[in-house]
């Protein structure tokens, strides 16, 4: 019996067990689906690193990406911006070593690789991006153009 309902499909879960989750494809059985499910298994494994967590707002100076990355330095993350306008943040968290006489009882934290990339807007200046990282939290600043105000020119009115 599942404890999800059915409007998510044929999904099997357990509420206990949050990985025991099916992957759910929102565009299951539209006429693209078939394209994702192409999609390689080491870009699947990249975009798996479950904390690559990011948020992007929009102010009126600025586009302003935070990102969450607990026990990362600096120098495990790679900001880029690829031509065309894609900021690119990218990364890797090492896997624990193991001793001989560890014993593990329970895993959660996860490691591996992740990806995102985000397709900036045409007004965002792509030479001026600057990126800090605090506390385990990477914020990106990529700073907006200036809105030119149209012109506008009073006529005279004759008659």
Known sequence: MSLI?????????????PFSLD???????????????????SVREISAFANARIDWKETPEAHVFKA??????????KVEVEEGGV????????KEQEEKNDKWH??????????CRFRL???????QVKASMESGV??????KEEVKKPEVKSIEISG
């Open 138 to 143: 990477l914020t990106v600043t990529v700073p």
């Open 5 to 17: 309902p059915s409007f998510f499909g044929n999904r099997r879960s357990n509420v206990f067990d």
């Open 23 to 41: 992957i759910w494809d929102p565009f299951e059985g539209f006429p693209f689906s078939s394209s994702v499910a192409n999609v390689p298994n």
């Open 121 to 127: 807007p045409k007004n965002a200046k792509t030479d």
């Open 106 to 115: 329970h895993v959660e934290r996860s490691s591996g690789k992740f990806l």
């Open 68 to 77: 969450d990355l607990p026990g990362l330095k600096k120098e495990e993350v």
């Open 87 to 94: 900021l690119q943040i990218s990364g890797e968290r090492s």
